[in-house]
């Protein structure tokens, strides 16, 4: 997987910062789909819970600098994601 392939033994050497960002001005990342979510099972929700915090960790602990840079709404696990950089560059019509 990529967070695997970022901290491979010479990915510092190529990659040397990562940035963070949406395609859309108007949300960053809203999060999980909540209707979606309740209607998992509890095995399921526990599954997406588990590998949704094994990525966020797995993003924070990157050895280069992550920056985020927000436009719009970052809400829920979105707002998880960019409190994983190292630096946030939030626009001017940014929400957390």
């Given amino acids: 997987d990529v967070i695997s392939a970022l901290n ?3 990915a510092g050497s190529k990659v040397r910062c990562i940035i963070l960002t949406s395609c859309s001005e108007k949300v960053f990342s809203a999060g999980a ?6 209607k998992m099972t509890m095995d ?7 590998a949704l915090r094994t990525a966020l960790d797995g993003l924070a602990t ?10 719009g709404a970052a809400l829920g696990g979105g707002l998880e ?16």
């Avoid at 789909?33 to 309740?38: A, C, F, G, T």
């Fill in 8 to 10: 491979g033994d010479d």
């Fill in 33 to 38: 789909d909540l209707q979606e979510r309740s």
């Fill in 44 to 50: 399921e929700a526990a599954y997406f819970v588990t």
């Fill in 62 to 71: 990157l050895p280069m600098p992550i920056i985020a840079c927000v436009e």
């Fill in 81 to 96: 994601i960019a409190l994983t950089a190292d630096i946030i560059i939030a626009g001017s019509n940014a929400t957390f």
